[in-house]
Every structure is written in structure tokens, then in C-alpha cells.
């Protein structure tokens, strides 16, 4: 995904208003933290990001609970709202955005391909949003990216 004007409205707000911004993700592998930092001038808005793809990074890095992991799957809304909360937390910014789901081919986690959680956290709560999309892999992962900033933007820019 390119650079577009929206990604930098997004910026524009934030900086405008003193935002900040980190990510955590998962099926976007990293894919946001490019988007954001594509901008420039960005550095003053996105602090940064952890990508935890394996259910152990997830653990060891963003401390999201094994027997949280092990209830509900690393593709679920709980563990998208802790992976948000956590980055949050580490990188003591005003907003965090958390990716996780399956990019396919095939089920994992018995989910089907298309399955994704976003989450979005703010001292103001945890906006959740579940996705069931269709494609092939890079088209899943490209519709999760879209996804998410036109979440975010909505949240930012009413």
C-alpha cells in the first residue's frame, strides 16, 4: 500500500493535536509501522511497534497471557485488545493499533483464512473490530491495512 492522503490527514491530526502512536502486530507484519512512517514528518506522531507473529513473541514481548492465548486463540478480540493495551503501555502513547488474524492459505488457529481482529486503544477504552475477509494472502493483509486506517480515521476524524 502506498502512501495515500489519508494516512496523512491521520498525521496531520495527530501532530496537530499532540498525539502519539505505536502499533502491534501480527497478520499486518509490520505493514502498518511502514504506512505511518512513510509520512514525513511522522516521527513526531508514531513512536513505533513491535511485530509478534508467533503466539510466543506475543507472550514474551507484549506479555498477552498464555492461558489467554490458549482460551481464545491469537486470533481473537481479547488478545487483539491486550497486544494494543500492552504496546500502548510500553511506548506510553495516546493511541495504539493491534493486528491479528489469518492471512491464509488455509485455517489456522480453526479459523478460516479472512479472519482478523483489529484492535484500537486510547485512555478513552478499546474500539474492536472483526473482519471477515476474502482473497489470497497479500490481498487479506492489504484489505486489513485499509481496514485499519479508515477505523482510525474515523475514530481521529469524525
Known amino acids: 500500500?502506498?502512501?495515500?492522503?489519508?494516512?496523512?490527514?491521520?498525521?496531520?491530526?495527530?501532530?496537530?493535536?499532540?498525539?502519539?502512536?505505536?502499533?502491534?502486530e501480527s497478520i499486518t507484519g509490520g505493514g502498518l509501522g511502514e504506512l505511518f512512517t512513510s509520512i514525513p514528518g511522522s516521527s513526531g506522531v508514531y513512536q513505533g511497534g513491535l511485530i509478534t507473529y508467533s503466539d510466543v513473541s506475543k507472550t514474551k514481548f507484549l506479555g498477552v497471557l498464555k492461558k489467554t492465548l490458549n482460551k481464545y486463540t491469537a486470533v481473537s478480540e481479547e488478545v487483539a485488545i491486550a497486544m494494543a493495551q500492552s504496546v500502548r503501555a510500553q511506548f506510553k502513547t495516546d493511541y495504539a493499533i493491534s493486528t491479528t488474524g489469518v492471512a491464509g492459505p488455509g485455517r489456522a488457529?480453526?479459523?478460516?483464512?479472512?479472519?482478523?481482529?483489529?484492535?484500537?486503544?486510547?485512555?478513552?477504552?478499546?474500539?474492536?473490530v472483526a473482519l471477515a475477509l476474502t482473497g489470497d494472502r497479500a490481498e487479506i493483509r492489504h484489505a486489513t491495512l485499509e481496514s485499519v486506517i479508515a477505523t482510525f480515521s474515523r475514530i481521529l476524524i469524525p
Open 1 to 24: 500500500m502506498k502512501s495515500n492522503p489519508e494516512i496523512a490527514a491521520i498525521i496531520k491530526v495527530m501532530k496537530r493535536r499532540g498525539l502519539t502512536l505505536s502499533t502491534a
Open 109 to 128: 488457529y480453526d479459523q478460516k483464512a479472512g479472519t482478523v481482529w483489529i484492535a484500537i486503544d486510547s485512555r478513552d477504552g478499546t474500539t474492536t
